[in-house]
């Protein structure tokens, strides 16, 4: 079945250090990929997304770019805030399910800023 | 737009007791999804509606859990009798269908259950 696998964390940054949280994911055919924040006491929030091979999702100065040769999606963002801690989830749905599209998700990553 | 709500926030039962929660969708999502999320994992789909018929299930521990979504609006999940593997974090996120397939799925802010 299709999985997603997390690099452990939890991972602590101080604020404007450059983050990378590796995804790597199993499914077959091309799923589309995501990014989920959890923010503490907030429910889950699309981050960015990407649908095909080499897409790039971007979105709050976080970039993660669809390797299929890889089969990666890894997150990064160049400069990090307090604000940005929170919990993150990289999620894929399958192809092809034109009414299903269930998410799929990692154990997630815990990211902790200090000032 | 308002977003998906869920209610209650927080429950705390025994075992053995049953427990229902609810869920209503982003007006006009067609799809709607309850997941599973215990501490230190990431959430797990139990079901699946669209409209007011199931679409995926299969993960669904039926023995004790059961949902429904009648009119194909709200939602109600229910566990009876809880275990103490229950404890987690239940999400509902509901989903548009739209001209493309991979629309985003919106997340409430989820109940927590704890089971003593």
């Known amino acids: 079945g299709d999985s997603v696998t997390q690099m452990e964390g939890p991972v602590t940054l101080s604020e404007e250090a450059f983050l990378t949280i590796n995804c790597t994911y199993t499914?077959?055919?091309?799923?589309?990929l995501f990014w989920y924040v959890q923010y503490p006491g907030e429910g889950l929030q699309l981050l960015l997304k990407a649908t095909k091979a080499d897409d790039k999702g971007s979105n709050k100065g976080f970039e993660a770019t669809y390797r299929k040769e890889t089969t990666s999606f890894h997150l990064e963002k160049g400069s990090v805030q307090v604000s940005d801690s929170a919990v993150y989830f990289c999620?894929?749905?399958?192809?092809?399910?034109?009414?299903?599209?269930?998410?799929?998700f990692g154990e997630g990553t815990q990211l902790t800023v200090n000032p | 737009e308002a977003g998906v709500a869920q209610s209650p926030r927080y429950k705390i039962i025994e075992k053995r007791q049953s427990v229902a929660f609810w869920c209503n969708p982003i007006?006009?999502?067609?799809?709607l999804y309850w997941y599973q999320q215990i501490l230190g994992q990431g959430p797990k789909l139990l079901i699946q509606f669209q409209n007011n018929g199931v679409v995926d299930d299969s993960q669904l521990p039926k023995d004790r859990f059961s949902a429904e979504r009648l009119k194909g609006v709200d939602s109600t999940l229910k566990i009876q009798p809880a275990k103490l593997e229950d404890s987690a974090v239940y999400l509902c996120?509901?989903?548009?269908?739209?001209?493309?397939?991979?629309?985003?799925?919106?997340f409430g802010p989820g109940t927590r259950l704890l089971v003593l």
């Open positions: 999620a894929l749905t399958p192809r092809g399910e034109t009414s299903g599209s269930r998410l799929t």
């Open positions: 996120a509901s989903r548009s269908l739209g001209t493309g397939w991979v629309e985003t799925q919106y």
């Open positions: 499914a077959t055919g091309y799923p589309s």
């Open positions: 007006s006009g999502h067609a799809t």
